[in-house]
């Protein structure tokens, strides 16, 4: 919702501060300018980048739009899932988890949390896990390093399409130069015409560079930087997830991993203990050891 209410300011107080000067919004209208510098940029991002990332970058585009889903409401109730999980294992022992983690869609612990199915990456960083250490044979150390590498891949992998959009945002002004040195030769092929046809069609060319500026400074780039922060909030929630589910593996109540868990969260979004006790308890799992 920010973003969207930031690209009408940033749009706004352009064309605002221009109409107040008395400019006239027909001579910022080229489309021949938009072609040249929308359609060279997004022939850079097809040069640059495969498919998956030009997908990636579209869902990631749609996601700033939408805004950040890691809030509170998400936190607790990943906390009370970490809690179910923990207290199930200590009572019936971690081997006992096994059906739900192959099989999660149908576990009667993972289908209380419809939200979290929904997220597969985490699902599966939660299952492999503890996958992992109800086969045995892998230390607590191990385990750890093999989540910190889990991070550290789907963080890179969310990085590509960020990356993608700022090298697209850094060449919107060389194309709008482009476009405007377009603009200069045309303009010169008129030379010895009407004074008003040759300062529309140096208008027109200036416009080029305009529009390259605005949309690097004014839009992609800062919609790049948006993503990079979403990237940001979501790896810190895997780290939430480690936090807890190694704290557990080595031997820690389960109200003390959560509490690990709850500590890793960031403070704006991180609920007080009282309020992560509520919604374990109100949960049905109870916050107790």
């Known amino acids: 919702m920010f973003a969207i209410i930031g690209i009408v300011v940033v749009f706004g107080a352009v064309i605002g501060g221009y109409l107040l000067e008395h400019g006239n919004l027909h001579v910022l209208f080229q489309p021949a ?13 097809f040069i640059a980048n495969p498919l998956k ?8 585009l749609a996601g700033v739009l939408g805004g950040s889903k890691f809030n509170k409401a998400v936190y607790l109730e990943t906390l009370r899932l970490l809690n179910d999980l923990f207290l199930a294992a200590r009572k019936n022992g971690l081997a006992k988890l096994e059906a739900d983690v192959e099989e999660p869609e149908k576990s009667q612990v993972f289908s209380k949390y419809p939200k979290f199915l ?12 503890l996958r992992m250490s109800i086969t045995g044979g892998v230390g607590n150390f191990e385990l750890d390093q093999m989540m910190e590498a889990d991070i550290e891949v789907h963080h890179h992998e969310a990085s590509e399409p960020v ?11 060389g194309l709008g130069i482009v476009a405007a040195v377009l603009g200069v030769v045309i303009t010169m092929g008129a030379i010895g015409g009407p004074p008003e046809e040759i300062g529309h069609k140096v208008a027109a060319a200036l416009v080029g560079t305009f529009l390259g500026i605005l949309l690097c400074y004014g839009l992609f780039g800062p919609l790049a930087s948006n993503m ?10 895997y ?13 820690c109540a389960p109200i003390l991993a959560l509490e690990f868990a709850r500590r890793s969260i960031p403070h704006h979004v991180r609920p007080t203990f009282k309020e992560m006790e509520g919604a374990v308890k109100g949960g049905g799992g109870g916050g107790g050891a």
């Open 33 to 45: 300018e938009l072609v040249i510098i929308g359609g060279a940029a997004l022939g850079t991002l």
């Open 228 to 237: 990079s922060k979403i990237n940001e909030a979501e790896s810190q929630y």
């Open 53 to 60: 990332t030009i997908l990636a970058l579209l869902k990631g």
């Open 163 to 173: 990356s993608a959009l700022t090298a697209v945002a850094d060449s919107l002004p």
């Open 239 to 251: 780290q939430v997830l480690r936090q807890g589910l190694i704290s557990f593996v080595k031997g």
């Open 118 to 129: 929904k997220n597969h990456h985490a699902v599966h960083f939660v299952c492999d896990t």
